[in-house]
């Protein structure tokens, strides 16, 4: 058996995962779903107040381009009034794209402690070392918080810059790079470590990570419409995937 072989028979079933995840979540989602309150009066605020700030700003920066359009237009000379319109309207394009990017990069920066600490938190739970409670959202929120937001705030750039050749480019973001966050925050490692070696791990075994992520993305669409049981089923899934291809976590909270 060569090295590669072996590398991808030693890949975890992800239908085993997902088993795994299903029984023990069903046996502990009392715990589970505390975990799961804390986080939803963390996220529900955040999101509201992220909404009301989106349309605001798309208001005032359409607004404005329309504006500037409109002096641009009636500057330029009447050959040329047609190609400012045109201009006018491909930068009101690019500021809607610009501040949605904008704000969907915000929402995975302010997301991205919590989420890091939930996910500590479960992996403590399911080594029985600690239970999960309302507080399990915030326990270790400010833990490696610069590798933490740097690493939200890379992903949202690139998938941002990739999303502007189509959307093809744009799946390569979770493709590569979907457990990043989870050796961020369980394994200490710092953002550019983490996305390099999520990525060696993808290129070696493309089709299990595909596999892998068409499912997440699956589960995601329903598990974010279901409150407090959904974020927290989905951070139990990407703990156990995470250990499963790269060891247990390193939670100590003490600088290293």
């Known amino acids: 058996m060569t090295q590669d072989q072996g590398k991808k028979a030693s890949l975890p079933d992800v239908g085993i995962l997902l088993q795994q995840t299903v029984d023990e979540y069903g046996k502990n989602i009392g715990p589970y779903a505390l975990a799961g309150v804390g986080h939803l009066l963390y996220s529900l605020p955040v999101v509201l107040i992220a909404i009301v700030a989106l349309y605001i700003t798309l208001f005032v920066g359409i607004f404005g381009t329309a504006i500037a359009s409109a002096g641009l237009v009636a500057a330029l000379p009447r050959d040329l009034a047609g190609m400012g319109a045109v201009l006018g309207g491909v930068g009101s394009m690019g500021v809607f794209f610009l501040i949605l990017f904008l704000f969907v990069g915000v929402i995975n920066m302010l997301m991205a402690p919590v989420n890091a600490s939930l996910m500590r938190a479960i992996v403590k739970h399911q080594r029985g070392e600690e239970p999960l409670s309302i507080g399990s959202a915030f326990s270790t929120a400010t833990q490696d918080l610069v590798p933490v937001l ?12 990739l999303s502007l050749f189509c959307l093809i480019p744009a799946l390569l973001v979770p493709l590569l790079f979907s457990f990043t966050f989870g050796l961020v925050a369980l394994h200490r490692k710092g953002a550019i470590e983490s996305m390099k070696q999520s990525a060696d791990h993808a290129r070696q075994n493309l ?7 068409f499912l997440h993305w699956g589960l995601s669409m329903v598990a974010n419409n279901v409150p407090v049981l959904g974020p927290t089923f989905m951070a139990a899934l990407s703990v156990r995937a ?10 100590e909270t003490s600088d290293p």
């Open 207 to 213: 089709g299990w990570h595909a596999f892998y992520v």
């Open 150 to 161: 740097g690493s939200a705030l890379i992903l949202s750039i690139l998938a941002a810059f």
């Open 242 to 251: 995470t250990e499963a291809l790269y060891g247990d976590a390193i939670l």
